[in-house]
């Protein structure tokens, strides 16, 4: 597996400071980013899940806690819309050039506009997708939100 990717290049490119870790990705596992958290070692709100979206019909990325579930209302009014509703799984892959568990906020295709739970800016670091199964990012969650140019609002239900 390739400890470079998209998602790593754009973090590399913008000088912040990560480090990349690797796990056994589980295809069948019920939730995603629950079984990163469990094979990393960590707690499930330290890793965070990338959630691809659309708000007022426009893409946009949502990134919160792998044990928390997304408010849609929450998360339209965190961007100034009226209505939100998750991407389907193909289009999110088109949008991003990622493939589904694997789908990082940095280094997508196109930039969207991207939102992170306010809940995770108050731990050291956080677990972010890094662009491919089974791999992950470590970073400040402020680092993150700076990179990212996000949002930080409460996103969760």
């Known amino acids: 597996m390739s400890r470079t990717t998209r998602a790593t290049q ?10 990349v870790h690797l796990y056994a990705y589980d295809p069948d596992a019920e939730r995603v980013g629950l079984q990163a958290a469990e094979a990393l070692g960590a707690e499930p709100g330290e890793v965070l899940k990338t959630l691809m979206i ?41 949008a991003t050039g990622f493939v589904v568990g694997g789908i990082s906020p940095f280094g997508q295709k196109k930039r969207v506009p991207t939102a992170i739970e306010a809940e995770a800016m108050a731990l050291p670091l956080v677990f972010i997708n890094g662009g491919q ?25």
């Open 10 to 19: 754009a973090l590399t490119q913008s000088d912040t400071a990560f480090t």
């Open 54 to 94: 659309l708000v007022d019909g426009k893409p946009a990325c949502a990134v919160i806690p792998s044990d928390r579930e997304l408010s849609m209302k929450k998360t339209a009014a965190a961007f100034g819309g009226k209505s939100a509703q998750m991407m389907k799984p193909a289009d999110a892959e088109r």
């Open 133 to 157: 199964r089974g791999l992950q990012v470590r970073l400040a969650p402020g680092d993150a939100a700076q990179v990212l140019e996000a949002v930080v609002a409460g996103l969760v239900a």
